[in-house]
């Protein structure tokens, strides 16, 4: 079935100012493999050079749910992926303007090397785009059993803030498990959801 998932990075933003703007608190801390189910999570948590990081399982969260409003509060990097249909996109915010964007859509594209660049990209991010087509190529093209340019936007998440999906977090990583205020933490189900089987 695929997973699916949206995270927005932020750098220079702070923990408390991130749960402010989400209206937002953390329920628990957890090492990532403690998370009961990455399927019905928020989660925030601290990578590399002071980029803070929110992610959600609803692929729409970063783009057009509560994700969002952070991309206004410092330089951020936002994306999305949907591994069922092999739908990746990543947007670099400036001012809360967006200053590029990756995407990559085989379906709307027809073609397993789509891909929809908008604005202009530092050299260093780039380079993934011409390495990834390039190792499309040598697999075989559009007949390749691989579909190496769905992982662009999430490469180039990792370059600029830390995260990439799938990638191990460095060790003694924790997340912070986010509910809305006075609500059931993320990623826990409720009694009677456990009693009966419900999602």
Do not use: N
């Amino acid at each position: 079935m695929g997973f699916s998932h949206s995270w927005v990075a932020v750098q220079g933003l702070s923990p408390d100012r991130t749960l402010e703007a989400l209206g937002m608190e953390v329920s628990e801390v957890l090492a990532p493999q403690d998370i009961p189910d990455w399927r019905r999570i928020t989660v925030m948590g601290q990578m590399k050079d002071g980029w803070l990081l929110v992610l959600s399982a609803d692929a729409e969260d970063a783009f057009e749910g509560k994700l969002s409003r952070l991309t206004a509060l410092g330089p951020a990097i936002a994306c999305s992926v949907y591994e069922s249909v092999m739908f990746s996109e990543a947007r670099f915010y400036v001012g809360g303007e967006q200053s590029w964007r990756v995407a990559h859509d085989p379906e709307k594209g027809e073609s397993v090397g789509a891909l929809e660049v908008t604005g202009s990209l530092p050299a260093e991010l780039d380079a993934i785009i011409r390495d990834a087509r390039a190792g499309q190529e040598a697999e075989g093209g559009e007949e390749a059993d691989v579909d190496l340019m769905f992982e662009i936007p999430g490469d180039l998440s990792k370059l600029v803030c830390g995260y990439k999906p799938g990638d191990d977090e460095p060790e003694g990583f924790r997340y912070s498990m986010l509910r809305k205020i006075g609500g059931e933490p993320a990623g826990k189900r409720g009694f009677f959801a456990r009693l009966f089987g419900g999602s």
